[in-house]
């Protein structure tokens, strides 16, 4: 195993990646464990003297595309894989986003590990699932310094605890993967999006469910308000002047056409509506999904919140200040405020508890303001106690990502 510097191990082999953990925890010293680091900044930061870089560790080790079934190394870049299945018509279809630039980073640096880690998720999880649901197997390395693998290479294939969707969210705080397997599907032969333009807020959560509810098989659901509509890339969307709420319809050629033109006459007393085909379509989700609408906005903290659909436009007024978008037919708020003070924190989750609860994530924010602020959701006191238990069973030494999701664990 080669170290870049003093303070970096950097493993190019499962073994290694135990030997180093096993090190860590035979010096009591903490490990700040990252892919290519593209996240590096989403989460509090990590207090070590000591990093896991773990890009060294890469490559596919089995592709079936008849049995919808793929393995890599943790480290191996998402946009090797994306390329690999982009040759057999097959996607990751819960749409893994890409917050390198997000987060200050360059674009194209996220692996599959970090996606799974993270539990990273874009605009088709209201159809396709989460990334937790398409995570088929893994082999990783405890916080004890012990290599063990869960899962396998079908869906059903879990007896007893499912260390798969344990692990994916953790935030490499339990255990250090270093080969994942992951479900793939076919690529949709089309993809067009209907856009409904000149909608408030209420009114466009009127009509993404209603497209929701229809048999039209929705495969996507946002609303943009103007002043985010108008930062796109895609002319049909910023040439709008206005807000836009858009639909996506997926599936074959002719599928898709009878599709949309029905949703469109579905929602033609909401508003005017237009439509996006092939490129400009696959560009729009691809903004979406990456929340390219607050990139290189540094002054601006970013808020993942995540609510009951029919409380996005009530907790979005309640805060009542900030710059917003929606996603997953209104479930997904994606809220940016001035990242000064405790960038609103205690209005963002005074408005999430108001709502009936949810889920609320500082994604982007300054070193120093994510030290000091809760970034995930508080948890109370029978979760906070199981979450500590977990990281006791799992990394006693507290070795692994110290402090990244909460202090203390």
Known sequence: MESQKAETLAPETRDQVTEAVAWAVSQEAPLEVAGRGSKRALGRPVQAAHSLD????????????????????????????????????????FEPADLGPLLGGAAGAATLGGVLACNLSGPRRIKAGAARDHFLGLQAVSGRGELFKSGGRVVKNVTGYDLCKLLCGSYGTLAVMTDVTVKVLPRPEKTWTVLVTGLDD?????????????????????????????????????????????????????????????????????????????HNSLAFWQELRDVRPFVGQEGLAVWRISVAP?????????????????????????????????????????????????HATLVRAPEALRAAEAVFQPQDAAKAMLSEKVKDGFDPKRVLNPGRMYAGI
Do not use: N
């Open 310 to 358: 029919s409380a996005g436009p009530g907790v979005v007024a309640a805060i009542g200040e900030g710059e917003a978008f929606y996603d997953w037919g209104g479930g997904l708020i994606w809220l940016a405020l001035p990242a000064v003070g405790d960038a609103g924190a205690g209005e963002v989750r005074a408005a999430v508890a108001a709502a009936g609860g949810g």
């Open 202 to 278: 209420a009114t466009a959560l009127a009509a993404m469910t209603r497209a929701l509810g229809s048999p039209h098989e929705v495969s996507g659901a946002a609303h943009l308000p103007a002043a985010q509509a108008a930062k796109s890339a895609v002319t049909y969307v910023t040439g709008a002047g206005t807000a836009v709420t858009a639909l996506r319809l997926e599936g074959p050629d002719p599928s898709v056409e009878y599709r949309c033109a029905a949703l469109r006459k579905e929602l033609a007393d909401l508003g005017a509506t237009e439509e996006l085909h092939s």
């Open 54 to 93: 773990l890009s060294r560790l890469t490559g596919i080790t089995l592709y079936e595309p008849e049995e919808l079934v793929l393995s890599a190394r943790a480290g191996t870049p998402l946009a090797e894989i994306e390329a690999v299945l982009e040759e057999k018509r097959q996607m990751l279809a």
